[in-house]
DNA sequence: ATGGTAGTCGCACTA
């Protein structure tokens, strides 16, 4: 049987519902997980997700700012995590199971992190620092105790590759891609063996770009692009990624312009092919 | 080297 996840940082989700929708319909993943959802809790538009088989919600909001969500065909079991250590609404984390398969779906808001690259003088950067600690000990702790395949998903607000980025030694001093939030969060993925969809599938000589600013008016044109968000798998979905091959992966980087208001960021889609 | 845009709690903040 085949699993198909999907991550999508919207910024809004209340404006762009039916941009939302749309990738829904055409898509059908098993499990969306929405960063950037800014709205409280309460005021997420659960109906139209419904209406359109995604009868199971867990959401995490909060006013104006950050939020995440995880909308699902599956059922969902909400599991209770702590990673932001400022308490923001950053995070859902999520059992997925049926009759079949259990694996645990976490979708992750990291931290931008601010313009300064040093956590002494800049706060949100040692923000964005301490968040990705929290989720190397919580997986840590995690580990030990319940072996069961993890999923990974979300606006990391990080490129970690040379490739990941437009230029790569334009950007090293630039937040997102500096190489102290490199190296953590490559601590993170080796401490447990994490895959790295995007970069399991593909060469790493392509170039890959997951979101480009606002700021700038051609963005596919002028293609100065970042692959900020992901989806990583522990080591024993490693084959269920691998066999559904290249086009099982797929950064949706038409929807940057598929509507006159888009997201920043595109969706990204992963097939697990757990037959 | 700077500034550019977008969204919300809209004249300030986050990204």
Redesign the pocket.
């Known amino acids: 049987m085949q699993i198909k996840l999907a991550t999508w ?1 919207i ?6 519902i039916d941009q939302v929708l749309r990738f829904l319909k055409e898509e059908s993943p098993d499990v969306l997980g929405l960063q ?1 959802i ?3 809790t309460h ?1 997420f538009p659960k109906e139209p997700f419904i209406n359109a088989g995604y009868k199971y919600i867990e959401v995490d909001g ?5 939020g995440a969500a995880t909308v699902s065909k599956l059922s969902l079991k909400r599991l209770d995590t702590k990673f932001c250590p400022l308490g ?1 609404s950053r995070h859902v984390s999520t059992l997925v199971s049926n009759k079949n398969l259990s694996f645990e779906f976490h979708n992750f ?1 990291i ?4 313009d300064i690259a040093d956590p002494k003088e800049n706060e ?1 950067f040692k ?1 964005k620092l301490d968040f990705i600690e929290n989720m190397r000990t919580y997986f840590s702790m995690r580990y030990k105790k319940m072996p069961s395949p993890q999923v990974l998903v979300g ?1 990391f ?1 990080i490129a970690p590759h040379e490739n990941d980025v437009w230029n790569h030694k334009q950007l090293l001093k630039v937040v997102s891609h500096t190489p102290i939030e490199v190296s953590i969060l490559k601590d993170l993925q080796k401490a447990h063996n994490f895959i790295d969809c995007s970069r399991a599938l593909y060469n790493d000589e392509d170039k890959l770009f997951s979101w480009w ?5 051609n963005p596919l044109e002028s293609n100065r692009g970042r692959r900020l968000d992901h989806i990583w798998v522990s080591s024993d979905l490693k084959n269920a990624v691998e066999s559904s091959g290249k086009q099982g992966h797929i950064i949706h980087t038409p929807c940057r312009i598929w509507a006159p ?4 960021h595109v969706p990204i889609t992963q097939i697990l092919n757990l037959s």
């Open positions: 940082n910024n809004s989700v209340r404006l762009r950037e800014k709205c409280e005021l909060m006013k104006g700012y950050h923001h808001y931290p931008a992190g601010g949100k923000h606006d607000n600013s606002y700021r700038g008016r208001k888009p997201s920043d």
